[in-house]
């Protein structure tokens, strides 16, 4: 019978493990967890891997750990970052934890399994002098094995360097791998690849104290075939959270998957059977029929029903050329489920097409998007523009208020106009 790490195993999570009698150890319950820094007030699509991570283990009756780093991330990880962190102040970053809280609270709502238990780290941490740390915790760590970890490496040899406030980073965070063993009977840390050495900084500072053995596992970073980073667009990070990116524009973006990138993508982010997978990929020659349901499962899970029939009414609605009249009331449910621009009356009527679509992200230059409108690629409510010179008349004005631009097959904004004085 499979076990999770046979599972994760097969649907290409896995990049290495501590020790592969894991594999054994997870025929029976155990507590695992993953850590997250909160350097900003919503997690990204990188993130999710991890979630996803636990969900698995969860749904094998394992209890999920959820680590914010109140402490750590006064600090930031250098692991897979070529300099060092802005740092965050207290404040700041008071907020960013309660709101990736109040986010796992709701998105493990709809997972199967044990209760997930979500933990502060600076509950644990903060309560030490800086004397007693060095004392207690830091005469268990060694320079040279320290420098020895890949990430120390290539920060020492950047222009930069490395600051000794990052350098101590894995040293607190082997302390969390510790402290949750001892507090919570924790054995089991998961990360991204980059986070190997801060993993095995936790298993050996552990053994160090004599503590039970602990297992660490990392899994493959989101990447995409051409070796980027998913949860990158040119407008920015892939948030999860509705407050920073509409569940439209999220849907969108998972649309908008390559063909090579989107089978490993449907095995990593979402629950969906290995074998019917393959029948999604056996059926690639309808175009989109695979984003399509990538896009589907993954907002489901981070955004709820809700948000993904939000996210489908705004698609359809406002399809390029979709048979569909335009209406102010239209626009206005869906202006804040996609990209919009404010504009005063002046600055649209009489400007031009291409104009707009610049001003409004759509198109990288004029040059381009002449290009785009030549195939054409480009429409203004709905009807497509034939000449890349066509200008905005008052007339195209839904309403008065409202012009919907859309540049190829996935790219759209909403012109919001100013009333005319």
Known sequence: MKNV?????ERGFIDQMTHEELR???????????GFDPTADSLHLGHLIGIM???WFQRFGHTPYVILGGATGLIGDPSGRSSERNLLDVQTLGHNVRSIEDFFHRIFQKTVGPKPVILNNNDWIGQFTLVDFLRDVGKHFRI????????????????????FTEFAYQILQAYDFYYLRQQHGVSIQMGGSDQWGNITAGTEFNRKLGGDPLFGLTFTLLTRSDGKKFGKSEGG???????????????QYL????????????????FLDLDEIQSIESGMHVPNSAQRRLAEEVTRFVH???????ALRVTEGIAPGADVKLSREM?????????????PFSEVVGQKFLDLALKAGLIPSKSEGARLIKNGGGYLNHERVADPARAIDASDLIDGLYLLLSVGKKKQALIRIFPKN
Do not use: H
């Open 5 to 9: 790490i046979d599972v994760l195993i």
């Open 24 to 34: 054994k150890a997870t025929c029976q319950p155990l507590k695992v967890y993953v």
């Open 53 to 55: 991570g636990l969900a």
């Open 144 to 163: 040279g094995p320290m420098m020895a970890k890949e990430m120390v490496r290539t920060r020492l040899q950047s222009e930069e360097g490395l600051s």
């Open 237 to 251: 990070a892939i948030w999860l959270s509705s407050d920073r990116l509409s569940a439209y524009q999220f849907y």
């Open 255 to 270: 649309f908008s998957i390559p063909d090579a990138d989107v089978i490993r993508l449907l095995k990593m982010l979402t």
């Open 304 to 310: 709820g029903e809700e948000g993904l029939q939000a």
């Open 331 to 343: 626009l206005q449910q869906v202006a804040e489920d996609m990209p919009n621009v404010q504009l």
